[in-house]
């Protein structure tokens, strides 16, 4: 069955960004000019994803309206001949993706975020979407997802090797037997283990391609690590009937759920557009003389 549903789930309090996600939306705060929520976005679109479900919190007001037309903001840019600024804001609105939202009314976890996507889903494999993560490749990561599952017709889940000290931050597989090249089969999936207790230093990076089937696990899923219901483990009980396989990423990721790598992120994508990259690149070059 084709993949053609996306869900993203944008209902985190974000405490990690606090004040600045007080009252508005994470997935607003910009990489340049753009917000995160709309680099995932058009990944799915360019992967042949044709409904997303945004599943919301408080404050998230503001993702519906980016995605909305705006039409006093288009009429003036219409009056002032600002020809190029209307047909990007308009591109937006015309994305090519059909959107859906739900608000999740308590932030009790990544896998209470993702059942209530059920019935939008129905039954068809689906991919989720963290929009955490922000992943460059020639082929986007929810299209090698998806090129996967076409051989398994099974559940595959994004993973990429990371640092060990770093492995509690993350999901992380103990992987049973690279089945292809790329492809592991997986004895179990741990949410966040301890540094010493992690089976391998291959780590759940935010992009997931499930069955319909996790729903039955997501009802029945206790709350796990935080008290909150992990995805995670519902993915590890998945398993247990029906194969769940990880699928390594090698490109280049972003992690742009914390100060230091949206920072950096930001950087990164300066340092290639258009409009600013040379003048930030003189301003970087001379902030690195004073630095030393
Ligand atoms: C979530 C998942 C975790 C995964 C991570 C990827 O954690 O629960 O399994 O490895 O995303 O970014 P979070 O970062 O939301 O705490």
Redesign the pocket.
């Known amino acids: 069955m084709k993949v053609r549903k996306a869900v993203i789930p944008a209902a ?1 309090l974000a405490t990690r960004f606090l004040p600045v996600t007080k009252a508005q939306a994470k997935e607003m705060l910009p990489i340049v000019d753009k917000p995160t929520i709309q680099f995932i976005v058009e990944e799915a679109r360019a992967s042949g994803i044709e409904d997303i479900l945004i599943v919301e919190g408080k404050q998230k007001r503001s993702i519906e309206d980016h995605f909305d037309s705006a039409p006093e903001l288009e009429i003036k840019l219409k009056e002032e001949h600002k020809d190029e600024l209307l047909a990007l804001v308009q591109s937006i609105t015309k994305i090519g993706v059909n959107m859906f939202f739900v608000r999740q009314p308590y932030p009790n976890g ?1 896998g209470a975020a993702v059942s209530l996507a059920k019935s939008f889903i129905a039954n068809e494999p689906f991919i989720v979407m ?1 929009g ?2 922000l992943m460059s490749d020639h082929i986007p990561l929810t299209k090698q997802l998806i090129d996967a599952y076409e051989e398994t017709h099974a559940s595959t889940i994004a993973v990429m090797q990371v640092p060990h000290s770093e492995v509690s ?4 597989i103990d992987p049973i037997k690279e089945t292809r090249k790329d492809l592991y089969s997986v004895k179990r999936f741990v ?2 283990p301890s540094i010493d207790k992690a089976p391998s230093d291959l ?4 992009r997931y391609l499930l069955t319909p089937e996790i729903f039955d696990y997501l009802d029945k899923t206790k709350p796990g ?1 935080n008290g909150e219901i ?3 483990d519902a993915i590890d009980s998945l398993n247990q009937t029906q194969r769940v396989f990880a699928h390594v990423f090698r490109g280049e990721r972003h ?1 742009v ?1 914390n100060k230091l790598g949206f920072l950096e992120t930001n950087i990164e994508y300066g340092l290639k557009h258009p409009e600013i990259k040379n003048g930030l690149k003189k301003y970087i070059l001379a902030l690195s003389k004073k630095l030393k």
Do not use: F, N, P, R
């Not at 931050?169 to 992380?172: I, L, Q, S, W």
């Open positions: 985190g990544l963290l955490d993560d931050k993350y999901g992380v949410e966040k780590a759940i990076i935010g690590k992990q995805l995670t992690d759920g």
